[in-house]
């Protein structure tokens, strides 16, 4: 499990660096708001801090086996998907005042539950082992 682990912080870090240089440079194109650009930064940020935690969790899996420890990237990958994935799409949704803005924006801290679960997850499997 540990190998699907490192792949997946490998090719979701490899999205990160793109999605945020699109954010960088092609997104201030489509739009001037300051909160717009803030929250598409947030989601290539939190999108890479934990694609490299995934790498982690690949890495300390053989050492730390178990359980905990595949819940813990599970959670990372889930987090992922609802907070960066939702803020990406919150993005687009803005530009285009879209009125399904106010369906996306409760899954952020959902995906945001899941990255704390996903630390806590961490944290358990490295203090369980003896």
Not at 10 to 31: D, E, K, N, Y
Not at 91 to 99: D, F, G, N, V, W
Not at 108 to 122: A, C, E, M
């Amino acid at each position: 499990m540990h190998k699907n682990f490192l792949l997946s912080g490998a090719m979701l870090g490899a999205l990160a660096v793109a999605l945020g240089a699109f954010g960088a440079h092609g997104l201030q194109r489509l739009t001037d708001d300051e909160a717009i650009l803030k929250g598409y930064q947030t989601a290539a940020q939190y999108q890479m801090y934990h694609a490299l935690a995934l790498l982690a969790v690949g890495i300390l899996a053989e050492r730390f086996h178990g359980k905990l420890m595949i819940w813990a990237g599970a959670c990372f990958i889930t987090g992922i998907f609802l907070f960066s994935g939702s803020l990406y799409l919150l993005t687009y949704l803005k530009i285009q005042a879209s009125t399904a803005v106010k369906f996306v924006g409760p899954v952020t801290p959902v995906g945001g539950i899941f990255f704390i679960v996903g630390w806590l997850l961490l944290f358990a499997a490295i203090m369980k082992r003896k």
